[in-house]
């Protein structure tokens, strides 16, 4: 019995990954320094797994970007319109971000979580090869520390299952066949993880057969360990059950219906995933060891390993650097590095071991806080919980069909055919993050913060009256993170001083720590958004993060229903909506960027999620008059098989990342006939390309072949936080008069 991790975060325990590779693309650092940051980083990682006692430690789990790009590269299935980059480094940026004369691969979200991957583009044309000169350095870096590691692989199903294909995809996986056998046979003498998470996702026949035969293939000679996660696969595990691979590592978190006695009985060693790679709270360490127990009653406890249910890429670093915390919250959370001593705890207790004072240590500190977070008076508000009880229907339904609001909200707003608008924040300069810093550590005070701020939406107002955009926004330039800015402000919520997790490339994240019941204790945006509005005669969107993002892109309490905790969070938002149009806002946008990704991969846990979670939205924003204008966002949403429950939440407007897509989503809310307004995003933001009228123009007249000119709205893909000003205006300008020039030729 081993102890295993799935894959460990790499972005720094100080984000020095990101760092790097900003400045890297900045100029500022060469291309050694990059690589020298990245080999220290995954040395380091390396050391800490060994020193707490993790036996399978994973080589190729570093990523400078993403790991379905580093295996787009593994495989050589660079699209053709990158080869005529000479250099690796560059040519792997171009297609991750872009560059001035390349567009970016599209990205979207892996399964359902708040991580993007880089969608691989495979076409039965290609020619396949191995490429394994990035696991080679890697194993050398790790044999030099004395560590055998195991080497992580996407394997080729989920690989293929999760690109964008043209023609026949199991023809290409049939090629990827002998490309991936040829990686394998150079490491035979290795454990291989093939990571093949897609057969979570309600496989079909032909799916099953396929994998038998690939891995029939695969694993012929070869230590193969296929890992599932994120859900169960029993279907799966059945079926690779009778072929050569070596074992399973599974999710018995979020999988906690996967079966193992199947795979035991034909000889395969088993990772019981007990240990949450995608949540923070501390893991009862000896409850999970008795389930591991009772588990194993059965079988060859010997074939049975302890590890985390999914990589640890998806919680933040070390509780080391959390020095502001509240005690007793921070004694109910785990990070990365903490994961791994609960892992290593476990596998003792099940094995009955004799454990070190540290582990003894461990232990108690463990019971001590299952215990105290169970009746903590921290965590329960009973004015919370009777408002959850005293909902009604009439709470979860605006007071006027669309068809008749909408009316209302033309007359009332007088927006052009084709308005324009953003989806809400603009550039966060580092002259901005100075200005939050100082004023969160003392160094100014709140007068004169909040006088830079009001400089800034001034300015921000300014310049979109000078370009003639028709809805207007203030900026965001208060806001930190669209979740963090109001998990801080929000009771039952807790936030971080370091708690950053990898959402993209060098972007990171600090979700909030949803510990108890939410409240609302004063307004949260009102201030901002009416200063705003004071400076102009156009609207002026309230921008509100919605309930559900809230939940998806937060580590969320696991001591009750999700649900009952998006009610919770539905109702604090619902004030500020009514607190906004009360102030005299009358477009009030709640993103539900994250409602996609909380989709349960599994079939038959989807209409339990739908109902909470389009209830939860319809909660925030029902309780408005039918003139003020509710809009939502969304992003790299894969619409097809949700369309009823967008249509559900019954927003006037909805926005949607849609420019890598070559407006493909668009044609589904056509077939759906959607009722409501919709925004197509008509350039990329995430690329610091600067797109011209004409190419807007282009991407707009394309739109207007899918959707009618009178239900379209002109927009950037998503909020324009990350990206410069120097980009951000000619991008603006270029885009509200390619939006003018269409629609004069309307008229």
């Not at 992003?635 to 098989?641: I, L, R, V």
């Amino acid at each position: 019995m081993a102890t295993y991790v799935i894959g460990f975060p790499r972005i720094g325990e100080q984000r020095e990954l990101k760092k790097a590779l900003e400045a890297y693309w900045a100029g500022k650092i060469s291309q050694n320094e990059l690589k020298k940051t990245a080999s220290d980083l995954r040395k380091r990682h390396w050391i800490y797994q060994k020193n707490a006692g993790i036996d399978m430690i994973s080589v190729n789990d570093f990523s400078f970007y993403d790991n379905m790009l580093d295996t787009t590269v593994i495989l050589n299935a660079v699209p053709e319109r990158y080869k005529d980059i000479d250099n690796c480094m560059d040519r792997y940026f171009a297609m991750a971000r872009g560059d001035a004369n390349h567009k970016a691969m599209e990205m979207t979200k892996w399964f359902n979580t708040n991580y993007h991957y880089i969608v691989p583009e495979l076409n039965e044309n290609m020619k396949f090869k191995a490429n394994t000169e990035k696991i080679k350095e890697e194993l050398k870096e790790a044999k030099e520390l004395g560590i055998t590691p195991k080497i992580n692989l996407i394997g080729p199903i989920t690989y293929v299952r999760l690109s964008k294909v043209e023609g026949d995809a199991n023809k290409i996986i049939e090629k990827l066949i002998p490309v991936y056998k040829e990686i394998i046979n150079e490491f035979k003498d290795y454990k291989i993880q093939m990571d093949e998470p897609y057969f979570v996702t309600n496989p079909d026949t032909k799916d099953l057969e396929l994998l038998e035969k690939v891995y029939n293939e695969l694993a012929k000679d070869a230590n193969i360990y296929v890992a599932t996660y994120f859900e169960h696969s029993n279907e799966a595990n059945e079926v690779l059950a009778k072929t050569p691979i070596k074992g399973m590592f599974l999710d018995f978190v979020a999988g906690e219906e996967n079966k193992i006695k199947a795979l035991v009985d034909a000889g395969k060693e088993v990772g019981i995933g007990i240990v949450n790679g995608r949540n923070v709270w501390v893991n009862d360490i000896e409850k999970s060891a008795e389930f591991v127990k009772g588990l194993t009653e059965a079988v060859n406890s010997d074939k049975v390993h302890i590890g985390s249910s999914c990589s640890l890429l998806h919680v933040p670093y070390t509780l080391k650097y959390e020095t502001k915390m509240d005690e007793d919250i921070k004694s109910w959370i785990s990070y990365a590095l903490e994961k791994l001593d609960e892992i290593r705890v476990i596998n003792k207790l099940v094995k009955n071991e004799e454990l070190s004072e540290n582990d003894k240590e461990v232990l108690e500190g463990n019971k001590i806080a299952i215990a105290t977070r169970k009746t903590s008076k921290k965590i329960h508000d009973t004015i919370v919980q009777d408002r959850v009880s005293n909902l009604t229907d009439k709470d979860k339904h605006r007071n006027m069909p669309f068809e008749e609001r909408i009316k209302l909200q033309h007359e009332n707003l007088k927006y052009p055919i084709l308005p324009t608008t953003t989806i809400g924040s603009f550039p966060q300069t580092p002259e901005l993050r100075k200005l939050r810093r100082d004023y969160k550590n003392g160094v100014i005070s709140e007068e004169e913060y909040k006088s830079q701020i009001k400089e800034m939406i001034k300015d921000a107002v300014k310049f979109q009256e000078e370009i003639d955009l028709d809805v207007l926004v203030h900026g965001e330039f208060e806001r930190n993170d669209m979740v963090e800015y109001f998990g801080e402000q929000l009771n039952g919520v807790a936030f971080s001083q370091n708690g950053w997790v990898q959402s993209y490339g060098s972007r990171c994240v600090k979700p909030p720590l949803i510990y108890g019941d939410v409240s609302r204790p004063k307004d949260m945006t009102v201030e901002w958004i009416t200063y705003a509005q004071s400076l102009t005669n156009r609207p002026m969107k309230g921008m509100l993060t919605g309930p559900v993002t809230m939940l998806n892109w937060s580590f969320v309490r696991d001591d009750q229903s999700r649900r009952t905790t998006a009610y919770q969070m539905a109702l604090a938002i619902r004030d500020e909506v009514e607190a906004l149009e009360a102030a005299g806002i009358k477009v009030i946008q709640v993103d539900e960027a994250a409602l996609r990704e909380g989709y349960p991969l599994r079939d038959e846990k989807r209409a339990e999620y739908e109902d909470w979670a389009i209830t939860s939205f319809r909660i925030t924003t029902s309780s408005v008059k039918p003139e003020t204008q509710i809009h939502t966002h969304m992003c790299y949403s894969e619409f097809s098989d949700i369309m009823d429950a967008i249509e559900d939440m019954d927003a006037d407007v909805i926005s949607i990342e849609n420019a890598r897509s070559d407006n493909s989503l668009l044609k589904i809310f056509k077939e759906r006939g959607y009722k409501g307004e919709i925004g197509p995003g008509v350039y990329d933001i995430h690329s610091p390309r600067i797109p011209s009228k004409e190419e807007m123009v282009e991407q707009i007249d394309a739109i207007l072949e899918v959707l009618p000119a009178e239900k379209v709205w002109v927009n950037p893909d998503c909020g324009l936080k990350t990206r410069k000003w120097e980009e951000v205006k000619p991008s603006l300008k270029n885009m509200v008069e390619a939006a003018k020039e269409v629609r004069s030729k309307l008229k």
